[in-house]
């Protein structure tokens, strides 16, 4: 009675699934196909046939109705193994049977490209004033960067008035109307101005100006060179009399200090700042300072290595060019830190013939003693004033000194100057102030 009672599929209208399994498309592998498992059991359990249900089968019979069009489409399956992953490459099936492949690094490089492109649109929006005329207002809004006082300011432009001669005058008369220019003399004026006044980086420029003999203008010159670099310069410029025993630079200014070099060596623990420094130091009125050396004819102890040195340190602190107004002679103790500092010479000979002798001894004394370079590099100042002058062939000079140096000046004869006092430098003759403005414009071209 149970077995009449069941429903009969074929009798209700219903599909009766048949017996036999249905056939499936191929899959084909696109890359190899997985490791077999070294599991027996595993291995077993595969190959034992599996009955299928007949709910299974009505299934299966549904899935090969609704694909029967798509019987020739092929579908690559990505092969995954327990090993390695491969997330470099995504398949992406489509209805025309071929393969899409979208590499992750050509994605990235397609992102690098519109961000790249969002910010040239950026960049593009930003205003400018490049393409806009005066006044003309932008079509974006500015930043707050774009008001400049360039833009907004209107002064009034300053004339440079021309130098020379008649050019100023001609200049006002037609209102501004005929502008030649400055003067060849003008201009080489400013030219020489503009390398005097040369920016210095770095440490301080240390210039000794030294000679074998004495009498023949040294000091002079060190002064007439530390007025002239003074005088354009805006950073600091000292001259040190490193004298070792009883130097006259200071008798070349009117003196602002007593105090000495000595007497900055001995309260050289005591100096913190440049105002504390300046209290050693005498101010000229072109801006040059001065460290005077010892006047006491009591003292015993000479100027030496060490106290040199400790005034240098001091000098590298607080000036760009420092002056060093050697003693007479160079075999002193003061002269090997006084070298060893040194970027650039000046020798000073006079116009007689043994003057310019020991002059040129100092040259080979210095080059047999490792400071070849320095001897290439130094300018050589010829004192004209000097007696004897007028019996020698001073082209000769000039000749045997520019084979071996780098420069040489004429310092013309000065009556200020031979005074050998106080020197005031707008005072001096004006082919004076051009030899020591050529001599200074030489140092600066050695030490930059």
Known sequence: MADSKKTNPAAQGRPVAPNKKPATAPVKARTTAPKPSTDKSAQAKADAPVEQAPEVLLLDEIKDSLFAPATGLTIDTVSITTE??????????????????????????????ASEDEAIDEVAALPTRRSR???????????VGMLTPD????LPKQRVVPEGGLRPLLYHATFGLVDLGDSPRVRQRKAIDSIIGRHLDGQTRFVPVLTRKGGVGKTTVTTMLGMALARVREDRVVCIDANPDRGTLAERFHRTTDRTIRDLVIKA?????????????????????????????????????????????????????ALTDCGTGIVHSVMKPTLERASSLVIVSGGSFDE???????LTWLES????????????????ATQGTQLVKVDEIESHFRSRVRAIVRIPYDPLLAAGSFIDFDKLRPMTQEAARELACLVMEGVA
Request: proline content about 4%.
């Open 151 to 154: 833009r907004i300011l209107d």
């Open 269 to 321: 623990p005591s100096i913190r700042s440049y105002a504390d420094f300046s209290e050693f130091v005498t101010r000229d009125s072109t801006r040059l300072d001065v460290i005077a050396s010892d006047t006491d004819p009591l003292l015993s102890e000479a100027f030496g290595e060490a106290d040199y040195n400790v005034v240098a340190d001091f000098v590298s602190r607080y000036y760009s060019i």
């Open 133 to 143: 005329a005066a006044g003309e207002v932008s079509n974006v809004p500015e930043p």
């Open 356 to 362: 310019a002798r020991l002059a040129a001894e100092t």
């Open 84 to 113: 390695k992953v491969n997330t470099q490459e995504i398949v992406i099936p489509v209805s025309t049977g071929e393969n899409q492949i979208i590499s992750s690094e050509s994605a990235e490089a397609d992102g690098e490209e």
């Open 369 to 384: 003693n490792g400071y070849k370079n320095l001897v290439r590099n130094a300018v050589v100042a010829l004192n004209t």
